[in-house]
């Protein structure tokens, strides 16, 4: 027999390991580097939260005194995941758009950001996990008392099992404070805890699939002998109540969407939507295996422990008396991770929803100074967050103290079902019915939730506890038909369903009838259709006018719940987004929604519109969101989306329209430099031949070498001249589509041969004092032959390699000139090894008037590549500068229809 000390030790080896995987996990996701933590094994994995010790002890013992009907408790779930497309996607859609924190936030953000829903969900929450908390505590209280009662040696020996309990506890209330409550955005993914929950679901499901096999072919004597053995056993006589059946089935499924942990993980770590298409058949696939000897065991425990024996340890019991000491450990570290990792995520989704719909609104309350008081709030959130998790489990040990420790660990499971169901009708309504109202949603939750207390959770401390005997037996003041098991007389039906028709019936009715009565408020309505439309208008609705609010108030605020930097980034990024520097945004209703939902992150959606409208004034809608609210046809939500399509045109036709000003602000600087240049271009000749011509009319006796000089002047101005108006007189040709082309054979090779021997390739430019230019040519690959104007094509050509010389502000200038065929086109590059082009500049180069630099320190009118743009455009090709190539980068392009390899 296995030592107890040795058995604890074990333990805390294995709570170790755990605090060691889940604290590798934390500095992967904090890295980044986590893309296997995100994958929808992981996600899958860690829904097994689901399997608590409930499943792992309990299933066996409630099989062993009901049947099947264990297998309810697993056919629920598998029926709402195979139905993800319907109800879970839309979940977890909600959850990311409206950055959900925990089931308390999704209603009361649904119904009007509601504190009041957020304060009853979080407390009924609290009262209906605390008898599930208290059935972990006590499944490991059980197990050690296995072993402690089969005589385990050892210098450690429990005294009191209920002190074990505490400690307990209090070791998972560390753990999770630890790993549960590292980051105040609970939006964000708890990568240790979920990791651990996942490396404790492999566990306990190897350790129950081993005690399973050993059952049937170490003790059973196989697979046959089992199936006898389950055939002549109680189990096979048991009759299957139908009422029982449907009703566990019912809770089972409405379990998975409401028990705070199941929320927690389903939609609160979903890293991916699409992880749900995975999780539909790979979580019922794991029940299955979790489910696969339940009845095995079951009929060989009863047929093998001796009368008397507790069923719900089995697991336990059963490897131990057959000397199976390293089997029946597993089985315990199996039943372990079930219970610890239930009450790991539990506490957390519990803390977060104390924190943030109790403590938060106490503390806006209480504070007059409010959102704008100075100091920082996320110690606070923190704190409490810490506190609640303590809280929560000292409330689930206090319970398993109170009842006694009930053997039965299927019946505490089952209340907490019940209790939590009551979330259903609102959570279901609010996702698919824009009608549902708040008051609806409180008028269910209050009778369906008084209901389940007086039915089922108090008389569960037993008599005396809280209800008297003569209260439970006869009804308060004596009204029978008002005892709590029996209302309206009717004792016939099992407890359970009893008070699952009787609170659930209540809680649908009441929720279905006040909503209908009422009418909801602008908020309500906006925040309906939201949710019931959140894959039309996944964005979030418009909730605030320009009020008094002011900047630096609002980001004062926001650095107290998000932290400096965070806060600063988000307040920065969004005055970047309006065009504005620094870190203060005009406090637009655009913004604050924004701010919101990225507040609603950390304290929930409900403190963070009350922070903010401590701050702003006023939440107010718009004559448009009404008109949007109180239409319900399709043809106004099609007339919505149109207005919204227009806006978002305006947008970029401004924005365009801004662009175009800017472009048309530096066009007429260029225009001007322009017209001045060419003022001067013109007169400076004009004037040099009037003068000449002057000097040789008024001088008769000039010396003939007098006369060829000034003669020689007066040509090379006229040239100079001709050439200016020859440009301008091009360019215009090119523009009227008045150019005459002459299309002809030619070849690449020899007219590139042909352009930079009239550019004066290798020589320097624009300056003495410049080094020769190297150019660089690809022979083999300027092979092509065209069927184009070559003059033409040569004309853009040698004003690239010109321009290359005079502008390249390389030390040693280099062009490199490459052809190759691209997209059904031959493209010749020409890129140099210089500064390039500023980006703001780009976008201008092939404009009439465009210049760059000082004109005169080049020369030319600038008319160059806007006389390469029209050529270009007149032979069916292009020319477009290439950005990111290191230097200026310019590529010319023709069809292949103007091409032919040579």
Known sequence: MIAFDMLVAICLVYVALLFGVAFLAERRGARGTNGWLRSPVIYTLSLSVYCTAWTFYGAVGYAARSGLEFATIYLGPTLVLIGWWWTLRKLVRIGKTQRITSIADLISSRYGKSNMLGVIVTLIAVVGTTPYIALQLQSVTLSFAVFAAAGADGPWQPTDLKAAAFSVAAGLAVFTVIFGTRNLDANERHHGVVTAIAVEAAVKLVALLAVGLFVVWGIGGGAQATLARIEASPLAGMPLAPGRWIGLTFLAGAAILTLPRMFQVLVVENEDERHLATAAWAFPAYVFLMSLFVV?????????????????????????????????????????????????????????????????????????????????????????????????LLLGYLYYRLTGGSEALAEIGLISFAGVAQFLPALLGGILWRGATRAGALAGLTFGFALWAYTLFLPSFGEGAVMSAGLLADGPWGIGWLRPQGLFGLDGLDPLVHAVVFSMGANALAFTLVSMLDFPGPMERLQAAQFVNVFDHSPAGQGWSQGRAEAEDLLLMAQRILGADDAQRLFQRAAIDQGKQGYLPDPTPEFLQRLERKLAGSVGAATAHAMV????????????????????????????????????????????????????????????????????????????????????????????????????????????????????????????????????????????????????????????????????????????????DGDRLSQVFINLVTNAQKYCDAAEPVLTISVAEEDGAVAVDFVDNGSGIPERSQSIIFEKFSRLTDPRKAGGAGLGLAICREIMLRLGGAIVYLPGQGGAAFRVTLPLGCADAA
């Open 296 to 392: 095995p065991i079951a009929a060989v425990g009863l047929a093998e422990m001796p009368p008397g024996a507790n069923p719900d340890l089995f697991v336990l019991t059963l490897p131990l008396a057959r000397g199976q000491d390293g089997l029946a450990t597993l089985a315990f570290l199996g039943g372990f991770s079930s219970a610890t990792s239930m009450v790991i995520v539990a506490a957390i989704a519990l803390s977060t929803m104390v924190s943030n719909h109790i403590v938060m609104p106490l503390f806006l309350h209480w504070t007059r100074a409010g959102a704008t008081m100075s100091g920082d709030v996320r110690k606070l959130v923190l704190r409490a967050r810490r506190l609640s998790i303590g809280g929560v």
């Open 613 to 788: 409208g401590q701050i702003v004034g006023r939440s107010s809608v718009s004559v448009e969101d009404l008109m949007r609210v109180a239409d319900e046809t399709a043809q106004m939500m099609e007339y919505s989306s149109q207005l919204e399509a227009k806006s978002e045109e305006l947008a970029r036709t401004a924005r365009q329209l801004r662009e175009v000003n800017e472009k048309l602000t530096s066009l007429s600087v260029q225009k001007d430099a322009f017209l001045s240049q060419i003022s001067h271009e013109l007169r400076t000749p004009m004037t040099s031949i009037r003068a000449f011509s002057e000097i040789l009319m008024e001088n008769d006796d000039l010396p003939p070498e007098r006369l060829v000089d000034y003669s020689r002047i007066i040509h090379q101005e006229s040239m100079r001249l001709t050439r200016l108006l020859d440009d301008l007189l091009d360019l215009s040709v090119l523009e009227n589509g008045q150019v005459s082309l002459h299309p002809q054979p030619v070849s690449l090779s020899d007219l590139l041969d042909r352009s930079v021997a009239a550019a004066g390739g290798g020589s320097g430019g624009g300056g003495s004092g410049r080094a020769s230019m190297t150019i660089r040519r690809d022979p083999a690959a300027e092979q092509v032959a065209l069927v184009t």
